[in-house]
């Protein structure tokens, strides 16, 4: 279901009521709230292609990561895009990115050769944050500086299960220039 956050549906409020926001993933009636934990629930309670190493230090560094993205790397880049790419912001989102970039270690995906948490959680640099660039006609991420997080991003994006979630790229591109006031 598309919900309008402008017009919040009774359903949102409901099973979300402290936050009013989404993502919401209502399963049997009950609501699970909040990205990462959405996706470990997912993990927990299908079990068909874990995105969670079995690993319990594996599985523990997945989690760091994912909240790297979410907490550090995901604010960092919105300012730099917010800014319409200022020195600083950008430099800001750099340093960020900078870490991902290493942990990457020239590995296909940040679980090495399937997609786990981590990728889940950075989708938005791999899809987004391009047609963000594209919209407002700055570059945050190029090929010179984070040569494994480009390749990781066209491994991401080209990935069969991903492709399939993504919305279509001109209506991104369309929405980071109404949001961010570049028509």
């Given at each position: 279901m598309?919900?309008?956050?402008?017009?919040?549906?009774?359903?949102?409020?409901k099973?979300?009521?402290?936050?009013?926001q989404?993502?919401?993933?209502?399963?049997?009636g009950?609501?699970?709230l909040?990205s990462?934990?959405i996706?470990?629930?997912?993990d927990?309670?299908?079990?068909?292609?874990?995105?969670?190493?079995q690993?319990a230090?594996?599985?523990?560094?997945a989690?760091f990561?994912?909240?790297?993205?979410?907490?550090k790397?995901?604010?960092a880049?919105?300012?730099a895009?917010?800014?319409?790419?200022?020195?600083?912001?950008?430099?800001?989102?750099?340093d960020?990115?900078?870490?991902l970039?290493?942990?990457?270690k020239g590995n296909?995906?940040f679980?090495?050769?399937?997609?786990n948490?981590v990728?889940?959680?950075?989708?938005?640099?791999?899809?987004?944050?391009?047609?963000?660039?594209?919209?407002?006609?700055?570059?945050?991420v190029?090929?010179?500086?984070?040569?494994?997080?480009?390749?990781?991003?066209?491994?991401?994006i080209?990935?069969?299960?991903?492709?399939?979630?993504?919305?279509?790229?001109d209506?991104?591109?369309?929405?980071?220039?109404?949001?961010?006031?570049?028509?």
């Amino acid at each position: 279901m598309v919900e309008d956050l402008s017009n919040k549906s009774a359903d949102l409020i409901k099973y979300n009521p402290v936050h009013k926001q989404i993502p919401v993933l209502v399963h049997n009636g009950n609501p699970v709230l909040e990205s990462l934990v959405i996706v470990e629930y997912i993990d927990d309670a299908w079990k068909g292609v874990p995105v969670l190493p079995q690993d319990a230090h594996e599985k523990a560094r997945a989690r760091f990561w994912a909240k790297f993205v979410d907490d550090k790397c995901i604010p960092a880049v919105f300012m730099a895009i917010g800014s319409h790419g200022q020195e600083q912001a950008v430099a800001e989102a750099h340093d960020q990115l900078q870490f991902l970039e290493n942990e990457l270690k020239g590995n296909k995906f940040f679980g090495g050769d399937s997609i786990n948490l981590v990728d889940i959680s950075a989708v938005f640099l791999a899809f987004w944050l391009g047609a963000a660039e594209e919209a407002l006609g700055i570059k945050i991420v190029t090929k010179d500086k984070f040569p494994n997080l480009t390749k990781w991003s066209d491994n991401c994006i080209n990935c069969q299960a991903v492709k399939d979630s993504l919305p279509p790229r001109d209506d991104l591109v369309s929405f980071f220039k109404m949001r961010f006031g570049k028509a």
